[in-house]
């Protein structure tokens, strides 16, 4: 019986040009993976491929000229050590993103747990138009390109002026600020919500603890893709809550399943009909 290359693909073994030799895509989920899955994918890239294996643009591995023989091999291999096959074809993907409050100090929030809850509820699902991707950035460095996914989430943080008395004229803030959305005056800073870039480095860089956090939350993004015909993701919300996260996509996703032509990315949705119907429902 010949094989369905297409369902192979969608659950993570792709054909190769080469006959009978396939390219097994392996799910690393926010970018981390521990030192024994590293050895483990080596080991079975030495073992059943051509001794590497391939890091893909969305933080994954992909191990190469594996014969069809042996896919199973690697797969349970891979499963030793907690790791599956990663999704292609028209699934929702692995979500992509930079290390967070765990590791950066530029970050704004926690990115992995993001993350997790993302993947958790919709990794992997079948049934939508096309490819879905996200991405996840802790903050407007935009390390993970989340702009270019079609949702993605940015931390962001609102700065303000909680102690006036404190404030002793540094000017640091508006030094620092890139945004150009501070300026002195009468020994105070103020704000323009316009310009700023919401990094918090103003926060961050006064000496008196004057300035804090008004609110904070994901910036979000939609319909940003890749490809012959690429796109940014336009802003749809602001300062949204970790905890909104997942049924501002579940309503976006309904949409995008309702409305979307077969083989329609997201972006392309938004361009044909609209941002409004698309988050119909959808903004908090």
Request: a neutral charge.
């Given at each position: 019986?010949?094989?369905?290359?297409?369902?192979?693909?969608?659950?993570?073994?792709?054909?190769?040009?080469?006959?009978?030799?396939?390219?097994?895509?392996?799910?690393?989920?926010?970018?981390?993976?521990?030192?024994?899955?590293?050895?483990?994918?080596a080991?079975?890239?030495?073992?059943?491929?051509?001794?590497?294996?391939h890091?893909?643009?969305?933080?994954?591995?992909?191990?190469?000229?594996?014969?069809?023989?042996?896919?199973?091999?690697?797969?349970?291999?891979?499963?030793?050590?907690?790791?599956?096959?990663?999704?292609?074809?028209?699934?929702?993907?692995?979500?992509?993103?930079?290390?967070?409050?765990?590791?950066?100090?530029?970050?704004?929030?926690?990115?992995?747990?993001?993350?997790?809850?993302?993947?958790?509820r919709?990794?992997?699902?079948?049934?939508?138009?096309?490819?879905?991707?996200?991405?996840v950035?802790?903050?407007?460095?935009?390390?993970?390109?989340?702009?270019?996914?079609?949702?993605?989430?940015?931390?962001?943080?609102e700065?303000?002026?909680?102690?006036?008395?404190?404030?002793?004229?540094?000017?640091?803030?508006?030094?620092?600020?890139?945004?150009k959305?501070?300026?002195?005056?009468?020994?105070?800073?103020?704000?323009?919500?316009?310009?700023?870039?919401?990094?918090?480095?103003?926060?961050?860089?006064?000496?008196?603890?004057?300035?804090?956090?008004?609110?904070?939350?994901?910036?979000?993004?939609?319909?940003?893709?890749?490809?012959?015909?690429?796109?940014?993701?336009?802003?749809?919300?602001?300062?949204v809550?970790?905890?909104q996260?997942?049924?501002?996509?579940?309503?976006?996703?309904?949409?995008?399943?309702?409305?979307?032509?077969?083989?329609?990315?997201?972006?392309?949705?938004?361009?044909?009909?609209?941002?409004?119907?698309?988050?119909?429902?959808?903004?908090?």
């Open positions: 019986m010949a094989l369905n290359l297409e369902d192979l693909k969608a659950g993570g073994i792709i054909s190769q040009r080469q006959k009978n030799m396939f390219s097994i895509r392996v799910k690393i989920l926010g970018g981390n993976v521990t030192s024994a899955q590293l050895r483990k994918i080991d079975l890239a030495e073992t059943h491929g051509r001794n590497y294996a890091i893909t643009t969305r933080q994954g591995f992909e191990i190469s000229h594996v014969n069809f023989e042996d896919v199973e091999k690697v797969t349970i291999g891979l499963e030793k050590v907690g790791l599956v096959l990663g999704a292609c074809g028209s699934r929702v993907r692995v979500v992509v993103a930079c290390q967070g409050t765990d590791i950066c100090p530029h970050a704004l929030d926690d990115t992995q747990l993001l993350v997790r809850t993302l993947d958790e919709f990794y992997g699902r079948f049934g939508v138009p096309h490819k879905f991707k996200m991405g950035s802790g903050c407007p460095n935009a390390c993970a390109k989340h702009n270019e996914n079609d949702l993605g989430f940015m931390a962001v943080v700065p303000v002026l909680i102690d006036k008395e404190s404030c002793i004229n540094c000017g640091l803030c508006a030094e620092v600020c890139s945004g959305a501070i300026e002195m005056k009468d020994g105070l800073p103020v704000f323009d919500s316009t310009k700023c870039f919401h990094d918090g480095k103003c926060i961050d860089i006064c000496p008196r603890d004057s300035l804090g956090v008004n609110r904070k939350g994901w910036q979000v993004f939609a319909g940003g893709k890749w490809g012959r015909r690429p796109q940014l993701g336009i802003p749809i919300a602001n300062f809550a970790t905890e996260i997942p049924e501002m996509v579940e309503n976006i996703l309904s949409n995008y399943i309702k409305l979307a032509n077969k083989r329609e990315r997201l972006g392309e949705l938004i361009n044909r009909l609209g941002m409004e119907v698309i988050c119909d429902g959808c903004i908090f």
